[in-house]
């Protein structure tokens, strides 16, 4: 088994200004984030989740190491909002798939409301348990599933990275086989649109998960479109797992350059965002020092020249 077809959106939906979800899909390793703050904090935070466990994501393995990130990821938000007054009280979601091929399954880890399902067989399951008051309500028999979904604090979240200095991060491991679906998304879906109708768009655009993803976007804002909407979906395929390529040095990364990036616009018709301004923005150091690296090379052989 290895992962198939992936595909990573997100879009600001109908009813807010800026859209302050990030994700990550870099297979194996999968995540979103859904952040929270006044004026630019929840975007800061979510694409510090973002940055922190896609740089730390692929070395890892296990449960222990996909926590582990998570929880790097909380110190790091929850330190720059120490520092930073703008930024104080800022949090995030953030839910992460790691698929170890050889094994046949995927490790999550998660905090917040960002789910995850598994889809097999026609039957959507979902593996995540929702930290948010309604969550807790449902669980302990206090409100149904149809009351929590109208609840006017449907969007309190009772557990989040950065808004204190430790954090307590669910995990677990679920097996995997080829033809199954795994979709990890925003509560801009989930409190969107219906599981059922999320089973009938996923069957829809069964062969390609980019059109499954549009169109589970798509439904987000027919119906409202109230929240940033993340879909990541991605496919179990037949086969062997591909050799993956190391990961780049963390050395050539730089915290401070990701974090002064201008946030990429998400686009309002859905369509792909490249992945988190974070992520783009750490490339910036290895492109310096590779152009450091060039001029003292020609420097050099403009030196043996002329002597
Ligand atoms: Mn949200």
């Known amino acids: 088994m290895r992962v198939g077809r992936a595909a990573g959106q997100t879009d600001t939906g109908r009813r807010r200004r800026q859209n302050e979800d990030a994700f990550v899909c870099e297979p194996p390793l999968f995540a979103v984030a859904d952040g929270m703050g006044g004026a630019q904090a929840g ?12 740089e730390g994501g692929v070395a890892i393995q296990g449960e222990e190491g996909v926590a582990g990130v998570v929880r790097t990821a909380n110190a790091r938000i ?3 909002s120490v520092r930073d007054p703008n930024a104080a009280g800022m ?3 953030a839910t992460v798939a790691l698929v170890d091929e050889e094994a046949e399954t995927a ?26 008051l309604v969550g807790e309500l449902v669980r302990s028999g206090r409100l149904t599933e149809d009351e929590a979904a109208v609840h006017p604090h449907r969007s309190v979240i009772t557990r989040a990275l950065g808004t204190e200095a430790d954090v307590d991060v669910d995990t677990l491991t679920i097996d995997l086989r080829a033809g199954d679906l795994v ?5 801009g879906l989930s409190a969107m649109v219906r599981e059922d109708e999320i089973v009938r768009l996923l069957e829809a655009a069964r062969s390609d998960p980019h059109d499954a993803a549009a169109a589970l976007i798509a439904a987000a804002n027919a119906a409202g479109g109230e929240d940033n909407v993340t879909v990541v979906l991605f496919e179990l395929a037949e086969g062997e797992p591909p050799s993956r390529p190391a990961q780049t040095v963390p050395a050539l990364r730089d915290d401070t350059t990701s974090e002064s990036q201008p946030v990429p616009e998400a686009d309002a018709n859905g369509d792909d965002v490249s992945r988190h301004g974070a992520g783009k923005g750490g490339r910036w150091p290895a492109l310096l020092l590779l152009l450091a690296i060039l001029a003292v090379a020609a420097f050099l052989l ?3 020249l002329v002597r």
């Open 302 to 304: 403009w030196w043996s």
């Open 107 to 132: 490790t999550l880890a998660h905090v917040g409301d960002s789910r995850a399902y598994r889809y097999r067989d026609g039957l959507l399951e979902q593996l995540t348990t929702d930290h948010s």
């Open 91 to 93: 949090g995030t979601t």
């Open 43 to 54: 975007e800061l935070a979510s694409r510090l989740a973002a940055a922190a466990i896609e």
């Open 78 to 80: 929850f330190e720059h």
């Open 183 to 187: 979709l990890l998304c925003s509560d």
